[in-house]
């Protein structure tokens, strides 16, 4: 009778986004996950499952490693939403307030009682079309200052986990040699 090896698998399952599918499969690979399916869910988001053999060298080294990168790759794509998280708060306020002037402009404009009133409401209007009608230049350009501010960050951040990557990598090759 012919004898099998048995190999003893942890599973696991992440859900990421699907923009941030290949990273996220790039990196569980570079600790020895083997991409076992993936399937895209209602909201945007990845499912992907995983399994790893249970008796793989530097285990241990290799889990504190995967922790590492699943944080610095959680930091990435904080700074990657910081960057228009603030522009988004502003756009966001000064449009309700935008609406507010041209809802008190149209306001004026209904009273019939007098025509000071109502070419008062028609500037005020004018004013508030004119504040929605910046609001997103603002927005952009507060965007690009941010960016502008952010991408030395968010490089520096990005090379930190490649060299996590390679030293997982270079763990799961050490025991093959």
């Not at 990845?46 to 490693?65: P, Q, W």
């Not at 990657?80 to 404009?109: D, W």
Request: aromatic share 6%; hydrophobic share 45%; glycine share 6%.
């Amino acid at each position: 009778m012919q004898e099998k090896d048995f190999v003893s698998y942890e599973y696991r399952t992440v859900s990421v986004k699907a923009k941030d599918q290949t990273k996220a499969m790039d990196m569980y690979e570079a600790f020895g996950w083997e991409i076992t399916a993936t399937e895209r869910t209602v909201l945007d988001n990845v499912t992907i499952s995983m399994k790893r053999d249970r008796k793989i060298n530097h285990k241990a080294e290799l889990v504190k490693l995967e922790r590492q990168a699943e944080n610095t790759f959680d930091a990435v794509n904080g700074l990657e939403k910081a960057k228009t998280q603030g522009a988004r708060v502003f756009a966001y306020i000064f449009g309700c307030i935008a609406a507010l002037v041209l809802g008190g402009g149209m306001c004026l404009c209904m009273l019939p009682e007098s025509a000071a009133a109502m070419a008062a409401g028609v500037v005020i209007g004018l004013v508030g079309i004119a504040m929605c009608a910046v609001n997103y230049p603002i927005f952009k350009k507060l965007v690009v200052k941010k960016t502008k501010s952010l991408l030395p960050v968010i490089d520096e951040t990005e090379e930190k986990l490649a060299n996590i990557l390679e030293k997982g990598n270079d763990l799961l090759n050490a025991e093959l040699i």
